[in-house]
């Protein structure tokens, strides 16, 4: 009765074991099932992302679809889990470590060599065991800080990944809108040419005009026909990127509402890269990452001295209870003498480490300057840009009808009504470019700068 209910407590000795493990394990399977997969890491229909023929998008709502699933999203926010893990690893390394064992052995053997008797015995064992590192020069701590660093690298990268995110869906976004703009004024267009060609037929044969100018009214209708087609095909395509944006391959045929007018005001060039060398999750990242490096040369050097260790460990055994018992203690100094080179060879790497993640810091730092003196130059640009095309719009629409007004009395011609309809139709595209271009260096500036 005694060894069963010592079996019986080892029995529930493994099955608490067991239990403390099942969180973990179902975690596992969950994760293998397919049919929890989330967004991020496979493609959802449109219906899933509430998207439907009749739905209207806005710029926030695109963002917000984008930032679930974009796969680049996810691999980056489960890079975070996986260095959050290893920040627990590191952290346990200095913490004293114990194992456990017990067993069962039952033995049968002949006695004689007729086998006319046979023998059996059984034994029971069990033990403990402690290992502790005393003192290794810093290598643990050094080991978890390089962690830790890595950890705030990994977070750093999620924040840029998503800022990226957000970047490209919006400049999608505002692509799709400037093309079906596009559209409508080549719409526009079309339409005033079709009644021009109606006016001129009219006029040549009441004698008012020559064959030539019905003939050139029509090369006009057919070319605005080919400058919609051109239109039409690339919001076509514009629709085609931001529709992947949305992590999508089938198109729901949802409509897009254009964005209000950026109320953006040009910063100053010091002022911005300030901002941009305190928030901008790169260069963030590349700075942890440069602490990870110098923790990292301070591992590698650490393992280069001795280490103290110390193990207690109990055993128990016998082929009877109460078992028989033992305990060990040991103090170990841990010295390395040859390992082929190996120590140094990996504080020279380290440095090497080290110094290529300060050289990429100062890259990224050089490229970022260049970029956001770009971006702030184009956005200084693009807003004078559109107030002047207020202004040439206007102008070309008061010049358009001052010709047709003459065109009818005879005193404009065809080429001057051509003219003129051309260039409403260029100051109004002209217009919605630089609103566009305006919006697109305004989302650039806001990523270069950290902003999401």
Known sequence: MQVSRRNLALLAGLLALGLAGCSTVREARLA??????????????????????????????????????????????QNVVLASQQVVAARAAQFPTANGSAGYQH????????????????????????????????????????????????QARFRSTANDTCWQTATAFYDLCQAQALVGIDQEALRQFNEHLKQTQVLVEIGNRTRYDLTKAEVDL???????LSASNACVTARAVLVRRLGLIVDPGFAVQPPTAPDTA???????????????????????????????VDAAVADIYPSLNF???GLFSGDHFPLLWSLDSMLQLNLPLLDGDRRRTAVVA??????????????????LTQDLTAALSTQATAEQRVRIDVLQVRK?????????????????????????????????????????????????????????
């Open 222 to 228: 057919e070319n605005a026909r080919l400058e919609l």
């Open 396 to 452: 070309a629409t008061e010049n358009l009808e001052l010709v047709d007004e003459r065109y009818r009395i005879g005193s404009a011609s065809a080429v001057d009504r051509t003219d003129a309809t051309v260039a409403l139709v260029q100051a109004e595209i002209q217009h919605t470019r630089d609103h566009y271009v305006l919006a697109s260096s305004d989302a650039l500036v806001r990523r270069l700068t950290g902003g999401e």
């Open 311 to 313: 193990s207690l460990g």
């Open 107 to 154: 033995n049968t053997g002949n006695s004689r060599a007729d086998l006319s008797s046979f023998d059996s015995a059984e034994g029971y064992s069990s033990g403990v065991n402690a290992d502790y590192t005393i003192y290794d020069f810093g290598k643990l701590r050094a080991q978890s800080q390089q962690s830790r660093a890595q950890l705030q690298a990994a």
């Open 350 to 367: 380290a440095i090497t480490d080290l110094r290529a993640a300060r050289s990429t810091l100062a890259d990224r730092e050089q490229q």
């Open 266 to 296: 040009t910063g100053s060039l010091t002022g911005s890269l300030a901002i941009t060398y305190r928030d901008n999750p790169d260069l963030q990242a590349l700075r942890h990452d440069q602490t990870a490096a110098m923790a990292g």
């Open 32 to 77: 293998q099932d397919p049919r929890h997969t989330p967004l991020g890491e496979r493609t959802p229909m449109p219906d899933e992302l509430g998207l439907y023929s009749n739905t209207v998008l806005t710029l926030d709502k695109a963002i917000s679809i984008a930032m679930q699933t974009t796969p680049q999203v996810a691999i980056a926010f």
